[in-house]
């Protein structure tokens, strides 16, 4: 689940301070180019760290795409396209938006969403989920498959 737990303590103190400073993560992210197996739809995902009520990911796609339509009850996420371009629908396939290099959304928790890869380049996207509550999942629920290709996922942590 989480790297770390960050509970306020009913009065901040220096040994607070000194117990959370010990979690501080350094990462750096590159392109994960032979983790890839060839599928279609295949994606990595890059786990950058997380604590209790924040995550950091980089999903990479040669092709497709979050393929199925979706919501998460817990998690308000940011989508930020670091390489190539995506677009995002809503529950009636409607084209919420495409987003290029340097560009992106905020999705709050209830809005239903699925997206896809745009193009031949690989699609690098930066996704930080800010978590409703402390130490849960994402309460992802599944409604119908769209017209994009899933593949396999794969995860790797820096």
Do not use: C
């Not at 197996?37 to 295949?42: A, I, Q």
């Not at 997380?50 to 040669?62: A, N």
């Not at 905020?106 to 130490?135: I, K, T």
């Amino acid at each position: 689940m989480s790297d770390v737990s960050i509970a306020m303590p009913e009065k901040v103190n220096e040994d607070w301070h000194l117990s959370q400073e010990k979690f501080i993560k350094s990462f750096k992210y590159e392109k994960p180019e032979g983790e890839f197996r060839g599928g279609k739809g295949e994606r990595v995902i890059v786990n950058l760290g997380r604590t209790d009520i924040v995550r950091g990911l980089v999903h990479v796609f040669k092709s497709g795409g979050e393929g199925s339509l979706h919501y998460h009850t817990t998690i308000d996420s940011f989508w930020f396209v670091l390489k190539g371009k995506v677009r995002f629908y809503d529950k009636d396939d409607a084209l919420i938006g495409e987003y290029a290099t340097h560009e992106g959304l905020l999705m709050p928790r209830g809005a239903r969403y699925w997206f896809e890869q745009v193009g031949d380049e690989a699609l690098e996207l930066l996704h930080v989920s800010a978590f409703s509550q402390s130490n849960v999942e994402s309460g992802r629920t599944h409604i119908k498959s769209s017209p994009v290709a899933e593949g396999s996922v794969r995860v790797i942590s820096v």
